[in-house]
């Protein structure tokens, strides 16, 4: 299906995130699905929702979502949108409902504070972004859309045959028609091996059909080292790999990687291996 699933808990975050979506489907010819969990449990809350309160809570959701597409169809006509709420737990729920629709992408939003209900949200983002073998792109705060022209790719050479999610970079490559750079930070050789070069021939031949180029930067300190080369460079997605454990890794353990997520200005692009 050549959509984009939103989940919403109709906060701020959002409905940024929602409005970043949309103009991602506007621009290169995308549904949207707006999808709502009634969750059986709110994060950091104990008491669920009463089983006789589940059908009344549910409608009113979808009459809420209702509402909000009609708007929406008003001021964007040349969208398709769908909508769908259900009642569960938010993870199983939402990775049902990826298996059954088969989604290009979702897309989520995350705050710069945490408060509120943006710290729901952005919890939730954070989690499926970990949790959750579909790609996820993540809407900052204050993104706006962009078209995709430029993507940089953090890899460490390492294994890069068996690690890399090559069918996802392919196909979102295509999709943005953007240029991919590859990014390898080390510092005084401490990811080096015998191997490295050999992974850098593999990747570039992998991604012979990627336009893409290659750069490499010297810093102790990876998260800094990306945040120069995206500040120096016209980036427009970041690419992440939540799961692989490199030395891009520690970006995604307890507070390093919500801080990634949450000061980061440019989208970010989770992907899983292949």
């Known amino acids: 299906m050549n959509s984009i699933l939103v989940p919403t ?7 940024n995130a929602m409005n970043y979506a949309i103009s991602m489907a506007d621009y290169y010819q995308l549904d949207i699905i707006l999808y709502h969990v009634v969750q059986m449990s709110s994060p950091n809350v104990t008491e669920q929702i009463h089983l006789d309160f589940i059908p009344e809570v549910t409608e009113n959701a979808k009459h809420k979502l209702n509402e909000k597409v009609k708007l929406l169809k008003t001021q964007f006509p040349q969208i398709s949108f769908h909508t769908k709420v259900e009642y569960g ?4 729920s939402l990775k049902k409902t990826c298996e059954d629709l ?3 992408c979702m897309v989520m939003g995350i705050s710069g504070n945490g408060d509120g209900m943006d710290k ?5 983002a954070l989690n499926v972004m970990t949790e959750l073998k579909f790609p996820l792109i993540i809407a900052p705060k204050y993104a ?5 022209e430029n993507i940089c790719f953090a890899c460490d050479l ?17 999709l943005f028609n953007a240029n991919m750079h590859i990014l390898n930070i080390d510092y005084n050789n401490k990811n080096f091996t015998p191997d490295t070069q050999n992974d850098l021939i593999i990747l570039n031949d992998m991604l012979d059909h990627i336009k893409h180029e290659f750069h490499f930067i010297v810093d102790e300190n990876v998260q800094h080292a990306i945040d120069i080369f995206v500040n120096n460079h016209p980036i427009d ?7 692989k454990h490199s030395f891009f890794a520690s ?8 801080e990634m997520a949450y000061h980061s200005h440019i989208p970010l692009l989770a992907l899983h291996q292949d």
């Not at 808990?9 to 409905?15: E, G, Q």
């Not at 706006?144 to 995709?148: A, E, G, N, R, V």
């Not at 390492?158 to 295509?174: D, E, G, Q, R």
């Open 144 to 148: 706006t859309f962009k078209p995709i």
């Open 158 to 174: 390492k294994n890069v045959l068996s690690s890399t999610p090559i069918v996802a970079l392919k196909a979102f490559s295509k």
């Open 237 to 243: 997605m970041l690419i992440m790999l939540p799961k």
């Open 120 to 124: 729901i949200i952005g919890s939730n």
């Open 102 to 104: 088969g989604p290009i």
């Open 9 to 15: 808990d109709f906060s701020s975050v959002a409905d």
């Open 89 to 92: 737990l938010f993870l199983e």
């Open 251 to 258: 970006l995604f353990h307890k507070s390093q990687s919500k």
